[in-house]
């Protein structure tokens, strides 16, 4: 039976034995996809060897690009895609997850005028993007040049001696990668999708697929009449004739005190280059992100991928250029990598000829066998996952012959999803409704049901640096499909980007997996308590 409240699950136990669309894979792709398929009446079931947000989707650098970036490389069909996606996630289905970033270009003496008047010039280009794409001023402000006390005053600790302003501009940032991968998970359990980790894909085929729950050690058998293949850059182990050229993409990790009164991303040019950069990028929880490399990867890729040390030298040395104090190897607590699924063969992605451009397009490729369709859906980025779900559901609606209805993601909000006038106008609980939106109220309700403790106990941070509370981690377990201490701190919350921070938390979490599990022993009938 659905729940309208929208539970995950973990394991094979009560999945239904035939389904319209089996979707392998819960990165934000895969998530889509499930959303795009059950919101169009079929039936869905949607699964992962790990958990939901376990790979790449994880590891971004938390912005919703409005595609200024491809502008640059002529891809003008990309850019204006991108625009319009951010407007979508920022206006219509997760503006409760999204919010505008400013973002500054820092210009001294030493900064080339020719490079200042092009980024004035893609600047200007960036805001033609946000008017084709039809998303208001009120959501993302026109971009200006600023004075250097101005740029002294948005950002107090840049490096000033030669500073002699700086170039403002606004883009989307997401509360949490992870979280906007729950909530759309979540969402596709409450239009009657079956979404659950811990259940891997052994063999596709034959219109059957085999699952494993990697829990109990339990097979399942279920038909399906088409697979999306959403695994990114493991796909070639369900469609062998995808090859694939993955990228890596790494962050560091910083405290915010370390650069003080930083509230602003500030965009750093990369010496010698007109089009790189490096950007520093303050997160809701205290820390600030440092990236972003681009890095070929020979050989299977890793399912925890890890930046090297030529990388961090790379960026500390980049940044630091730009501030009064320059950062050091100890102001590293934290670093993370994702690996991006790049197309080996640009035959499917018409004009693309190199890997930068692969990046940033992506491609559903359709495959047969004598009873089976399986779609493979490959490349793109996070901005740009609803659109690559209508795709890939899209081609297997044809390709399997499935009756459906037309998407309706485009207008569809997320759970926890209101206007920000509504969403600012809920004052209490500001941490759960960043992170759940209107779905707060049912996150603390949830907590008090469950432990019959106060809101003070459920609400209290789990350290002054740890701002994770005992309620979302509740929460975590009955509805978003937790199974462990690694599902709560490194996907649920993303406490564990920090070493010293997970264990600050780590009893919290384990004190949350215990409550749920009492819980769920007092409740006859009910085995895992989140099947959807």
Known sequence: MTDRTGRLGHGTAGLADEVDVLVVGLGITGAGCALDAASRGLRVLAVDAHDVAFGTSRWSSKLVHGGLRYLARGQVGVAH??????????????PHLTH???MLIPLTT???RLQEQVNRWGLAAGDLLRRGARTARETLPAPRRLTAT??????????????????????GQLEDDARLVLAVARTAAQQGAQVRSRVRAVSVGGGRAELLDTLTGETRVVRAGAVVNATGVWAPALAPDVRLRPSRGSHLVLR???????????????PGSMSRFALLLPQPDGTVYVGLTDEPVEGPPSDVPEPTEAEVGFLLDVVSAAFATPLRREDVVGAFAGLRPLLESTEPVTGAHSTADLSRRHAVLVGRDDHATVVTVVGGKLTTYRRMAEDAVDAAVRAGGLVAGPCRTRTLPLTGAAPRAELAALREHPRLVRRYGTDAALVLATAREVTGLGDDELLAPASPEVPVTLAELVFGVTHEGAADVDDLLDRRTRVGLVTADRQVARPLAERALALAASRRSGRSGDQSGMAT
Request: net charge negative.
């Open 81 to 94: 895609e991108s625009a319009v996606e951010r407007g979508i996630l920022m206006e219509t289905t997760a």
């Open 100 to 102: 505008p970033l400013p």
């Open 110 to 112: 030493t900064t080339p």
């Open 150 to 171: 101005e740029t002294r005053a948005l950002v107090p600790c840049l490096r000033t001696d030669d500073l002699r302003g700086g170039l403002l501009s606004w883009d």
């Open 256 to 270: 915010a005190s370390t650069l003080p009164g930083l509230s602003t991303a500030v965009t750093v040019p990369v």
